[in-house]
C-alpha cells in the first residue's frame, strides 16, 4: 500500500540548498574507486536536542548528495527511509540536477509512505520515492527531519554508505544541563569538535565530527556486521541535571555503567508484566492443560509464544516493552516483548527465570566500557538448571526446536537481567551444522526442456528460515513465493506441483517436494545429446567483486549444501562417457562435483559446497574470487548421451 507524502514540502530550485562546488559538477571518476557505479558527494545529520512544551525531543535534518557516474549508478535513484521506534519522519524535499543544470524536483505527491508488513495492528512503514531523469553526471540530493523521542542514546552515525563517500558530517546539539559520552569508532585520528551552541532559550554544546574519502560499506556476500567496520559516532546519555528516573531510584547520573543499564530495562521490563499478568495466567493454564513433566511444560510454554504471537522484527533494543494486556490484545510482540512476555508465562506456573540482552553477532561485537543499550540486538530467556547453568532460549526464532540456539546467539555477548546489578556473560557457542541437501530426477525431453522431480530437505537454521517465509503463509502466497524460488534458480522453469511436509514439526527436517518443467537444461550437438548435471544449487554467475574488498568475509554461520542430480537417459541414449570431476578450494570453503554411471543408463551427479564458521582476512579475496570461476564453471558441467549404439565421448 502506497499513500502520499502530502506533509512534505515543495522547495524552490536550489536556492535553499547548499551549493553544488565546480569540483562537484566537473567530477567523472573516483581515483580511489575507479570502478565505482557513483559517489556520494556529502552525507550528513545535523541534530538538536530541544524543549516543545513538556517533551523534549532530539530533531534531527539528514542531507545526503550522490553523483550518477554511469548506467549501473541509475540503481541508486530509489529511496527508502524506514520507520524506526519512537521517532517520525517529515518534510522530505528531493530534487534531480541534470548534467546541463536542470532542477527537476520530487513532488510531494510521488513521495510515498509505503506499507512493508502489517502484523496484527502493527504496521511498519518506510518512505519511498524515485529521482526522476537520472542520468550519468546527473547529481541527486534528498534531505528530510527525522524527531526521535528516545534519548537514553542518539542513533550511531556510519559515516560511509552503499558508495565510496566524498564527505560525512554529523553534529549533535545538546543541551547544558544534559551529559553524554562518545563513542568513536573505526575513523582513524580524526576527533570530534566542540564549540558553544545556542538556540532561543537553549543553550549547550555542539559535538561535530567530519570525515572524507570513505571507502564504500556494499551489500556484498559475507560482508561483516556494520558495526565491525564502519568510521561511527555514537552517544550515551549520562546525565540530566534535576531530571529523576524512577528506574534507577536517583536524579542527575543515568548511564554510568552496567547496573545503570540492567537496573532500568530490569524495571520497564517488570512494569509491563504488571499490567495482564492475571489475564496471561488462564490461557498458559490451557495451554499445559494435561501436561506434568516440568521441562515438557516449559517446551509447550515457548511454542505458543514463538508462534501466537506475531513477531516484529526490530534489531535495536529500547529497554522496555507494551504491557502483557496490550501483547494478548495484539497478538504480537517485538525483539524485547517476546522475551517479557515468555519470562511472564513462566512464571505463572512457577518456573523462574530471566531476561538477557544480547549483542547479536548480526549486530557486531560490544564494546564493554561504552553502556548503551544500542549494542544489543534482541533478547533472549535465561532458565536456571538444577546444575547452576541456564538453558538459553530466544524466542524471537519462530521455528527454532527447544534448545535450538541461532547462529546470532552463539558465543554472543549478553547483559542478563537476573539483579539489578546485571551480570555481563556469553552465550554458548553451537556446533550445530544447518544443510540443504537437494535430490532431483531429472527427465530430458526432445524439445530440450526437462521434467524435474524435486526433494529439498532443510535442517536446522536452513529449516528454520525457510518455515519463517512458508509457515504463516496462506497456500496462493506459498504458491507464489515457491514459484520465485523456482525462477531464481532456474528462470523460465515452471512449478507444476508441490507438497510440503513437516511444516509445523520443527524436531524433524522440513521437506519440500516439487515437479517442475524447466527449459535451459538440455541441449543437443553433433548427435550428442548434453543434460546439466546442478539443476537447483547452481552458481551462475561470481558473487564476488572486482573491486577491491575492504573488510573479512564474515561467515556468521555454516554453509553446507548437497545436491544429488539423477539423469534418466533420453530414449534409446546411453551415456556417453563420465565428465571429469571437480574439487575447487579456497579459505572460504569448497565444493566437490562427481557424476558416476548408474544401473539402465541412469547418470548419478553428487555437488557438495561447505563453507565453514569463520572470519577470513580481504586479502584473501583474489583466491575467493577465483573459486567461485571455478564453482561457475563446474556448475555448467554437462552429462553427454548418445544412441545406444553410438561412440563414447565424455562433454563438457
Given at each position: 500500500m502506497l499513500t502520499p507524502c502530502h506533509a512534505a514540502k515543495q522547495q524552490s530550485e536550489t536556492g535553499d540548498w547548499p551549493p553544488i562546488t565546480p569540483d562537484e559538477k566537473k567530477l567523472t571518476r573516483v581515483e580511489q574507486d575507479p570502478d565505482a557505479d557513483a559517489v556520494i558527494l556529502r552525507t550528513e545529520r545535523v541534530g538538536k536536542i530541544i524543549r516543545k512544551g513538556a517533551d523534549t525531543v532530539n530533531v534531527m535534518t539528514f542531507h545526503w548528495r550522490l553523483k550518477v557516474l554511469n548506467e549501473r549508478g541509475k540503481r541508486l535513484a530509489e529511496v527508502h527511509i524506514p520507520a524506526q521506534k519512537f521517532s517520525r519522519v517529515d518534510n522530505i524535499q528531493a530534487h534531480t540536477v541534470k548534467v546541463d543544470g536542470t532542477v527537476i524536483t520530487v513532488n510531494p505527491d510521488q513521495i510515498f509512505q509505503k506499507l512493508v508488513s502489517q502484523i496484527g495492528g502493527f504496521k511498519r512503514t518506510e518512505w519511498v520515492f524515485n529521482f526522476p531523469a537520472v542520468e550519468p553526471g546527473a547529481i541527486l540530493e534528498y534531505r528530510y527531519e527525522r524527531f526521535?523521542?528516545?534519548?537514553?542514546?542518539?542513533?550511531?552515525?556510519?559515516?560511509?554508505?552503499?558508495?565510496?563517500?566524498l564527505r560525512s558530517l554529523v553534529s549533535q546539539a545538546i543541551p547544558s544541563d544534559m551529559g553524554y559520552s562518545l563513542l568513536r569508532q573505526n575513523s582513524g585520528v580524526s576527533q570530534p569538535t566542540t564549540t558553544d551552541w545556542r538556540e532561543g532559550r537553549e543553550k549547550g554544546h555542539l559535538y561535530t565530527l567530519e570525515l572524507h574519502d570513505i571507502p564504500p560499506y556494499r551489500d556484498e556476500l559475507f560482508k561483516p556486521p556494520r558495526r565491525?567496520?564502519?568510521?561511527?559516532?555514537?552517544?550515551?546519555?549520562?546525565?540530566?541535571?534535576?531530571?529523576?528516573?524512577?528506574?534507577?531510584?536517583?536524579?542527575?547520573?543515568?548511564?554510568?555503567?552496567?547496573?545503570?543499564?540492567?537496573?532500568?530495562?530490569?524495571?520497564?521490563?517488570?512494569?509491563?508484566?504488571?499490567?495482564?499478568?492475571?489475564?496471561?495466567?488462564?490461557?498458559?493454564?490451557?495451554?499445559?492443560?494435561?501436561?506434568?513433566?516440568?521441562?515438557?511444560?516449559?517446551?509447550?510454554?515457548?511454542?505458543?509464544?514463538?508462534?501466537?504471537?506475531?513477531?516484529?522484527?526490530?534489531?535495536?533494543?529500547?529497554?522496555?516493552?507494551?504491557?502483557?494486556?496490550?501483547?494478548?490484545?495484539?497478538?504480537?510482540?517485538?525483539?524485547?516483548?517476546?522475551?517479557?512476555?515468555?519470562?511472564?508465562?513462566?512464571?505463572t506456573i512457577g518456573v523462574d527465570s530471566y531476561v538477557a540482552m544480547v549483542s547479536g553477532r548480526n549486530g557486531g561485537t560490544l564494546t564493554p566500557n561504552f553502556f548503551s543499550l544500542s549494542q544489543f540486538t534482541h533478547d533472549v530467556v535465561a532458565v536456571p538448571r538444577p546444575d547452576g547453568t541456564y538453558q538459553w532460549i530466544d524466542p524471537t526464532v519462530t521455528y527454532a526446536a527447544f534448545g535450538w540456539l541461532p547462529s546470532k546467539d552463539s558465543s554472543a555477548e549478553a547483559?542478563?537481567?537476573?539483579?539489578?546489578?546485571?551480570?555481563?556473560?556469553?552465550?554458548?557457542?553451537?556446533?550445530?551444522?544447518?544443510?540443504?541437501?537437494?535430490?532431483?530426477?531429472?527427465?530430458?525431453?526432445?524439445?530440450?526442456?526437462?521434467d524435474l522431480e524435486a526433494e529439498v530437505e532443510y535442517n536446522g537454521e536452513d529449516a528454520i528460515d525457510m518455515r519463517d517465509d512458508l509457515a504463516s503463509a496462506a497456500e496462493a502466497s506459498r504458491i507464489s513465493y515457491l514459484q520465485k524460488w523456482v525462477a531464481d534458480r532456474r528462470p523460465g522453469a515452471a512449478l507444476r506441483s508441490h507438497a510440503i511436509e513437516n511444516l509445523d514439526d520443527v524436531d524433524k527436517p522440513l521437506l519440500v517436494k516439487m515437479n517442475i518443467d524447466s527449459p535451459g537444461l538440455v541441449t543437443t550437438a553433433e548427435g550428442l545429446v548434453m543434460v546439466r548435471g546442478c539443476i537447483l544449487s547452481?552458481?551462475?554467475?561470481?558473487?564476488?567483486?572486482?573491486?577491491?574488498?575492504?573488510?573479512?568475509?564474515?561467515?556468521?554461520?555454516?554453509?553446507?549444501?548437497?545436491?544429488?542430480?539423477?539423469?534418466?537417459?533420453?530414449?534409446?541414449?546411453?551415456?556417453?562417457?563420465?565428465?571429469?570431476?571437480?574439487?575447487?578450494?579456497?579459505?572460504?570453503?569448497?565444493?566437490?562435483?562427481?557424476?558416476?554411471s548408474q544401473d539402465e543408463g541412469t547418470t548419478r551427479c553428487v555437488r557438495q559446497f561447505a563453507a565453514r564458521k569463520n572470519v577470513v582476512p580481504a586479502i584473501a579475496q583474489n583466491n575467493v574470487r577465483a573459486m567461485y570461476d571455478k564453482i561457475v564453471e563446474t556448475d555448467r558441467t554437462t552429462v553427454a548421451f548418445q544412441a545406444s549404439e553410438g561412440e563414447s565421448t565424455a562433454r563438457r
Open positions: 526521535d523521542n528516545n534519548l537514553l542514546f542518539v542513533d550511531p552515525w556510519y559515516f560511509d554508505g552503499p558508495e565510496f563517500t565491525e567496520v564502519s568510521p561511527r559516532l555514537e552517544m550515551l546519555l549520562t546525565g540530566w541535571r534535576g531530571h529523576y528516573s524512577d528506574a534507577l531510584g536517583r536524579q542527575d547520573k543515568l548511564f554510568i555503567d552496567w547496573p545503570s543499564v540492567a537496573r532500568y530495562a530490569r524495571y520497564y521490563y517488570q512494569e509491563a508484566t504488571k499490567k495482564g499478568l492475571a489475564s496471561l495466567k488462564p490461557q498458559v493454564e490451557g495451554w499445559i492443560q494435561g501436561v506434568a513433566d516440568p521441562q515438557e511444560r516449559i517446551k509447550v510454554v515457548l511454542r505458543h509464544v514463538q508462534r501466537d504471537f506475531s513477531y516484529i522484527p526490530y534489531d535495536s533494543v529500547i529497554g522496555d516493552s507494551h504491557t502483557i494486556e496490550s501483547i494478548l490484545k495484539e497478538k504480537t510482540a517485538d525483539n524485547e516483548e517476546k522475551a517479557v512476555l515468555l519470562t511472564a508465562a513462566l512464571k547483559l542478563l537481567l537476573k539483579t539489578d546489578q546485571g551480570e555481563l556473560t556469553k552465550l554458548p557457542g553451537t556446533s550445530e551444522i544447518s544443510t540443504t541437501k537437494y535430490r532431483v530426477t531429472v527427465k530430458p525431453r526432445s524439445d530440450g526442456t526437462a547452481c552458481q551462475e554467475s561470481n558473487p564476488i567483486s572486482n573491486g577491491t574488498r575492504q573488510y573479512p568475509f564474515f561467515l556468521i554461520r555454516g554453509l553446507n549444501s548437497e545436491e544429488t542430480v539423477l539423469i534418466e537417459p533420453p530414449k534409446d541414449m546411453k551415456p556417453s562417457g563420465m565428465p571429469a570431476p571437480a574439487v575447487v578450494r579456497s579459505e572460504i570453503g569448497s565444493l566437490t562435483f562427481r557424476c558416476m
